[in-house]
């Protein structure tokens, strides 16, 4: 061990030094300015960048898609188009899922499975999840409307399944 710390230590490494700068070399100063840059460069990623003021505040950007003095009735209009939009998305994605089970259906009756039985599993299932998903919304309707409050509904939209 001894011998190990002999080769590393800063007084060997300073007669090192001399000897180089001290030897001829047409590359001697771009090898000392490269050696110097790669050296700071590692000695600054390695030191911790503190910073001893506050953080700065972020910076809130509102962005106002509505206009200021709409009216009752055309906030409810509103709501209703956004509604009405989301349940057609909703109805394309449930058409497409019923596309993909049709499929895995079609693939598991070729290859020998219940698909009948996966199906009415599958089934119960959904509609297990649609029946929590109506009693979280039926709660959150509770919490928030007022007493004798009857929430908007649309008036082109199909009556809501009983569950």
Do not use: C
Not at 133 to 158: F, M, N, S, W
């Amino acid at each position: 061990m001894k011998e190990f710390f002999s080769n590393v230590s800063p007084r060997r490494a300073v007669t090192d030094l001399w000897k180089v700068l001290g030897a001829p070399s047409e590359f001697r100063w771009r090898g000392m300015l490269l050696a110097a840059v790669v050296s700071g460069s590692i000695i600054y990623g390695l030191v911790g960048h503190e910073e001893r003021a506050l953080p700065h505040l972020p910076k809130i950007i509102y962005i106002n898609s509505w206009r200021a003095d709409r009216s009752e009735a055309e906030i409810i209009a509103g709501n209703i188009a956004a509604s009405r939009k989301a349940h057609a998305e909703a109805a394309a994605e449930e058409r497409q899922a019923a596309d993909i089970r049709h499929m895995y259906k079609v693939v598991g009756a070729a290859t020998g499975l219940d698909t009948e039985t996966m199906d009415k599993k599958g089934q119960a299932e959904r509609q297990a999840e649609d029946r929590a998903r109506a009693a979280h919304d039926k709660a959150l309707l509770d919490r928030y409307l007022q007493k004798g409050e009857k929430p908007v509904v649309d008036p082109a939209a199909p009556p809501a399944a009983a569950p």
